[in-house]
């Protein structure tokens, strides 16, 4: 079975990135969309990624455009989006599909290793996974679930 490290992605920039290099930290994996009412959630993540970043997490967003179409611009206005309105400064990958045939590698796995109130499909944008520093998938969070109230379950996983 494939694990978490052994995933690629392909970041914002165009370049393959391996799950691999974050072997070692507590990554959040987000599905995120410029245009949806839980878009302000940049701005917590955000914060959870610069407070945590030396103890060892790691956000990821991967921009999806299948939850009401809040999602259409290509990569520069994403950068804009994020940068520009949020400040976010963790990684951000190329628009995926997370539900369907052409779901990404990482969705496919984390939502067959984590499944939801919808089974194996994610509901809406900014659903949230949480990787143990291990690899393995530990704990999947709604798109209502704030950073602010993820973490406590973040800084327990960091063990800090």
């Known amino acids: 079975m494939t694990t978490f490290h052994q995933l690629n992605a392909t970041s914002l920039q ?8 974050y072997a070692g930290k507590l990554v959040l994996v987000v599905n995120t969309a410029s ?19 030396d103890q060892g997490l790691v956000v990821l967003g991967f921009p999806c455009n ?3 179409k809040q999602e259409p611009g290509g990569a520069e206005e994403i950068t804009q989006t994020c940068r520009i309105n949020y400040g976010v400064s963790f990684p ?3 628009k995926v599909e997370v539900n369907g045939d052409a779901a990404h590698p990482v969705f496919r796995y984390l939502k067959e290793a984590l499944p939801g109130v ?16 291990d690899g ?7 798109p209502i679930s704030t950073p ?3 973490e406590a379950a973040i800084v327990a996983a960091l063990k800090i």
Do not use: V
């Open 14 to 21: 165009g370049q393959i990135i391996s799950m691999a290099d």
């Open 92 to 94: 951000m990958f190329e």
């Open 66 to 68: 299948q939850f009401g």
């Open 136 to 142: 393995k998938p530990l704990k999947r969070f709604a």
């Open 118 to 133: 919808l089974g194996g499909r994610i509901k809406w944008n900014f659903t949230k996974f949480l990787i143990g520093r």
């Open 35 to 53: 245009h949806c009412g839980f878009t302000p959630q940049y701005a917590g993540l955000e914060m959870l990624y610069k407070k945590y970043a």
């Open 148 to 150: 602010e109230k993820m």
